[in-house]
């Protein structure tokens, strides 16, 4: 059973940065897109970013310009000015094929 881990969470002052990655623990064929999630207490678990097997990305409005995500034999979420309100707890997700692979979350704390 591959595994995803993510790592880079911490805390951190408002307008500093993190970066996070994930790695899988074995190969993962047919992937159709790879995407970070966060979720805040009493919050739903929303989109922050993804990006297609063919390099398309995507950003909810509350990140653009402030994240970036990219991949390269992992994946990374670029995180800068950040916001107290990105406190949350963020997850990698990759889609393959009917499947679809979570990581446990690593927190992120932005104090103000």
């Known amino acids: 059973q591959v595994q995803l881990v993510e790592s880079g969470g911490g805390l951190v002052q408002a307008g500093g940065s993190l970066r996070l990655s994930c790695a899988a623990s074995g190969s993962i064929f047919s992937i159709n897109a790879m995407g970070w999630y966060r979720q805040a207490p009493g919050k739903q678990r929303e989109l922050v970013a993804s990006?297609?097997?063919?390099g398309s990305t995507n950003y909810a409005d509350s990140v653009k310009g402030r994240f970036t995500i990219s991949r390269h034999n992992a994946l990374y979420l670029q995180m800068n000015s950040l916001k107290p309100e990105d406190t949350a707890v963020y997850y990698c997700?990759?889609?393959?094929?009917?499947?679809?692979?979570w990581g446990q979350g690593t927190q992120v704390t932005v104090s103000s």
């Open positions: 997700k990759i889609a393959a094929g009917w499947k679809d692979y």
């Open positions: 990006i297609t097997s063919g």
